[in-house]
């Protein structure tokens, strides 16, 4: 099932860009932890900024996958791919301004909001990149397994770049994908 699946390009292609998109899922969480701790930060602080981006996250992903339902994907993800960078780039700025933790955190929650909806629409397309029932369920089992991968590498990437640059390398790298 899954050689057919992949067998065509456009589903290759899907399934090679779903992952890229998704790796800042993975990365952020870490990310968030290291950038404010790098930049003096407390544990504590640390967890409830990763918390607070965590929660914005959960709240607005329905109104992410409505949007993706109504206007189709492409529409969204240009809006969502232009705000979640910038959020993060001003929560990256804040950090290393020396800004109150509470604008970090400000910072953090906006970028939560506005976390792309890569998911939903991913799952769109395979409606009708997989239409038979039988290829659609691989289609969903692969992306299953995609996001596990996902969240496996995505902090391994973050600790690299934190490792090899600086504290909010691994946030930048998040806004860059």
Do not use: C
């Not at 910072?107 to 506005?114: D, E």
């Not at 998911?119 to 009708?128: E, I, Y």
């Not at 596990?148 to 998040?174: D, R």
């Amino acid at each position: 099932g899954y050689r057919e699946l992949l067998s065509k390009s456009e589903t290759r292609r899907v399934v090679a860009w779903g992952l890229i998109a998704r790796m800042p899922m993975g990365m952020l969480a870490l990310g968030l932890v290291l950038l404010v701790r790098g930049a003096g930060g407390s544990y504590a602080a640390a967890g409830a900024i990763s918390a607070a981006n965590a929660l914005a996250i959960a709240l607005a992903a329905p109104v992410g996958g409505r949007l993706v339902d109504r206007y189709g994907p492409a529409r969204v993800l240009a809006v969502y791919g232009a705000l979640h960078p910038a959020a993060l780039i001003a929560m990256v700025a804040l950090a290393w301004a020396d800004a109150s933790i509470w604008a970090v955190g400000v910072a953090a929650t906006l970028a939560g909001f506005v976390f792309p909806p890569v998911g939903s629409a991913v799952r769109v397309l395979w409606s009708s990149l997989a239409p038979q029932e039988p290829l659609r369920s691989k289609a969903f089992a692969l992306e299953a397994t995609l996001q596990e991968l996902v969240f496996v590498t995505g902090p391994l990437v973050v600790g690299v770049l934190t490792a090899l640059l600086t504290s909010s390398a691994g946030m930048v790298g998040t806004a860059a994908i």
